[in-house]
């Protein structure tokens, strides 16, 4: 199995910062990586795929890179809606696999 | 809008068999674009993927527990069911269904990613 390793698992930020997670692959995935978002109590939400695209309906403010191994997720001008839990996942190989996941929390 | 809705008991005993239903809306789950894939999360830890079907029946399972799952997809009810058999406490999860399509082609193979996931439904394994 491809394991998925997430950085930081937590952080704190204020309204207005811009924030990076960075998730790495055991082993190179090409760019076959996505995003997601998981609010408590709600479904989570695909946020990008393809490392870098946006899934329709995703504002600009978020952004991925990489190849690889090393891939990461940028949020620019948080909003008090994008504290969350963000997850990333591999899809280039099954069994599919989830990073542990990253809460992004209000300083 | 498509939505993906999971149903089931909330407490199953031990060594019994878990089984879930994924009901969908706003789409025919009978297309070749998408399958339907099970994720579950134990409070306070990651999320695992358990399997996915597609409209053919053909499945992808998680080996970690592949002869304990099985997915299958009744397309007259637009629905997919998860069983899991022989459960323990370790089995205790939010259990979620959720659909992936196609973003990406090889020559080799298609390349799925998720783009719809339910609420998912909790289910405790207690005697």
């Known amino acids: 199995d491809i394991q998925m390793t997430q950085s930081p698992s937590s952080l704190s930020a204020s309204v207005g910062d811009r924030v990076t997670i960075t998730c790495r692959a055991s082993?190179?995935?090409?760019?076959?990586l996505g995003w997601f978002q998981q609010k408590p109590g709600k479904a989570p939400k695909s946020l990008i795929y393809?490392?870098?695209t946006l899934h329709y309906g995703v504002p600009s403010k978020f952004s991925g890179s990489g190849s690889g191994t090393d891939f990461t997720l940028t949020i620019n001008s948080l909003q008090p809606e994008d504290f969350a839990t963000y997850y990333c996942q591999q899809y280039s190989s099954y069994p599919l696999t989830f990073g542990g996941g990253t809460k992004v929390e209000i300083k | 809008q498509v939505q993906v809705q999971e149903s089931g008991p909330g407490l199953v005993k031990p060594s019994q068999t878990l089984s879930l239903t994924c009901s969908v809306s706003g789409a025919s789950i009978d297309s070749v674009s998408f399958c339907w894939n099970w994720i579950r999360q134990p409070a306070g830890k990651a999320l695992e993927w358990l399997g996915r079907v597609c409209n053919t029946g053909s499945t992808n399972y998680n080996p970690s527990l592949k002869s304990r799952v099985t997915i299958s997809i009744d397309t007259s009810m637009n629905q997919v069911s998860l069983t899991v058999t022989s459960v323990t406490a370790a089995d205790t999860a939010l259990y979620t269904c959720?659909?992936?399509?196609?973003?990406?082609?090889?020559?080799?193979?298609?390349?799925?990613?998720?783009?719809?996931w339910g609420k998912g439904t909790t289910v405790a394994v207690s005697s």
């Open positions: 082993q190179g995935i090409d760019k076959y």
């Open positions: 393809g490392a870098s």
């Open positions: 959720a659909r992936d399509r196609v973003v990406g082609a090889t020559r080799e193979r298609y390349y799925y990613h998720i783009d719809v």
